[in-house]
Nanobody, 116 residues
Framework: QVQLVESGGGLVQPGGSLRLSCAAS????????MGWYCQAPGKQREFVAR???????NYANSVKGRFTISRDNAKNTVYLQMNSLKPEDTAVYYC??????????WGQGTQVTVSS
């Protein structure tokens, strides 16, 4: 089993920055990729960014150039640096991990609110 715990959400003004963290525990040896999704009120969960064990990244078009995903393999932690935040970035952000043995696991989510 893979457990994921997110942190770092909060309230920020437009143009500001936040860094989200997601720490994995349990069967971390089986994880081959981790990423972030977001879900705004009344909308479906949407892909934000992903990073593989080899460091290959991909991003949603809406966050390219503003968000950066990275990982610390020694700490089994993935980060999402969010810059130039916009009100439309407001959502609950969920971390996910893809495992060869457990499929996809999700964290509990962390709220990001961008408002003046």
């Amino acid at each position: 089993q893979v457990q994921l715990v997110e942190s770092g959400g909060g309230l920020v003004q437009p143009g500001g920055s936040l860094r989200l963290s997601c720490a994995a525990s349990g069967s971390v040896f089986s994880i081959f990729a981790m990423g972030w999704y977001c879900q705004a009120p009344g909308k479906q969960r949407e892909f934000v960014a992903r990073i593989t064990n080899s460091g290959i990244t991909n991003y949603a078009n809406s966050v390219k150039g503003r968000f950066t995903i990275s990982r610390d393999n020694a700490k089994n932690t993935v980060y999402l640096q969010m810059n130039s935040l916009k009100p439309e970035d407001t959502a609950v952000y969920y971390c996910n991990a893809d495992s060869t043995t457990m499929g996809r696991s999700w964290g509990q989510g962390t709220q990001v609110t961008v408002s003046s």
